[in-house]
């Protein structure tokens, strides 16, 4: 006789809840990882399109009007909406662009989460709400081409989805000034989300930032913050090789990061509030080498005021990392 053999019902339904069970526990992770790399790449690609738009224009400064009566108190504010459809919109495909009052219009989300969803924020609608230290005062309006407004933010759409807020200084200078605050220098900085106002609204995902420094030859970075600061302060550069330095600080952490130069640091500090470093008083070295070894200088930015300064290399400060 011929014995037929096979699955009992109970054993298949045993082995089709195990395969329920492990691909529950997998595919949101695997997901995740998938919308990681989406994002990054859609990141990495609307930073080029804006640094190209950006270098083909003569000049950051000077677009649309703001001013203040006597007790600071803005009377007529067109800074932000004038640059986009002035200046940007003539290099730069636009679907829609939205005022000031209007943000939401262009898929701007009403609440963002910080890096790494640590707090929920209020989307920022001006200058001072970004960061408020941008408008500390702290030796900026002395230089003739260094002050900061607080101009209301606009917003547009663009061709691919992505919903932009955009926080306009028409007041900035050049690199050459001899005032080094990043206020001084920052002529606009994009909030952006690749996915208007849908989720997750986190800065780190689909949420970023990306910034245009110096009025003429600008300088636009896209800095992919990490979320946590090295342990300890550290030299730029040790003649000690078994000493932990700045840039080695970043290899310790993860091979996938790195230094910051003097724009990508000074990037973070416009946008503390989204990395959760609104508070801090840190000094942060960045990878800019002005001279080499440890009697030569690095530059520095200072989140308490915004000053960035050149520092001897073998003074020991901090390190926050970026993402390669």
């Not at 703001?66 to 290099?91: C, Q, R, W």
């Not at 840039?247 to 724009?263: F, I, Y």
């Not at 989140?303 to 960035?308: A, E």
Request: glycine fraction near 8%; charged fraction near 20%.
């Amino acid at each position: 006789m011929n014995k037929k053999t096979g699955f009992t019902l109970a054993e298949v339904l045993i082995t089709l809840a195990i395969i329920g069970i492990v691909a529950a526990i997998t595919l949101p992770s695997l997901l995740v990882n998938v919308n990681e790399k989406a994002w990054d790449a859609q990141k990495r690609a609307l930073h080029a399109r804006l640094a190209q738009a950006i270098g083909q224009m003569n000049t950051l400064g000077g677009y649309g009007t703001y001013t203040e009566d006597e007790d600071g108190t803005a009377t007529e504010d067109t800074a932000a909406e004038s640059f986009i459809l002035d200046a940007l919109s003539k290099v730069y495909k636009i679907n829609n662009v939205c005022g000031p009052d209007k943000l939401g219009s262009c898929g701007v989300p009403s609440k963002i989460a910080t890096l790494n969803g640590t707090s929920e924020l209020v989307f920022p609608t001006k200058m001072s709400e970004l960061n408020s230290k941008l408008l500390n005062g702290l030796h900026i309006s002395s230089n003739e081409n260094g002050d900061m407004a607080d101009t209301k933010a606009a917003a547009f759409e663009t061709v691919n989805g992505e919903s932009v807020a955009v926080f306009y200084n028409p007041l900035c200078g050049s690199d050459s000034s001899l005032i080094h605050f990043a206020q001084n220098k920052m002529c606009v900085n994009f909030v952006y989300d690749l996915n208007g106002a849908e989720g997750p609204n986190e800065v780190g995902k689909d949420v970023g930032f990306i910034t245009a420094f110096y009025n003429r030859n600008p300088v636009v970075v896209a800095p992919i913050p990490y979320g946590v600061d090295y342990s300890s302060r550290v030299p730029s550069y040790s003649a000690d090789e078994n000493a932990v330095d700045a840039s080695m600080a970043c290899k310790v952490q993860g091979e996938n990061l790195r230094l910051p130069d003097r724009d990508e640091i000074a990037s973070l500090f416009v946008n503390a509030p989204l990395i959760n470093l609104s508070e801090s008083t840190y000094t942060f070295w960045s990878g800019s080498i002005i001279s080499t070894g440890s009697d030569g200088l690095a530059w520095t930015q200072y989140f308490g005021t915004g000053d960035r300064n050149r520092v001897k290399r073998s003074e020991t400060t901090y390190v926050r990392c970026v993402i390669k």
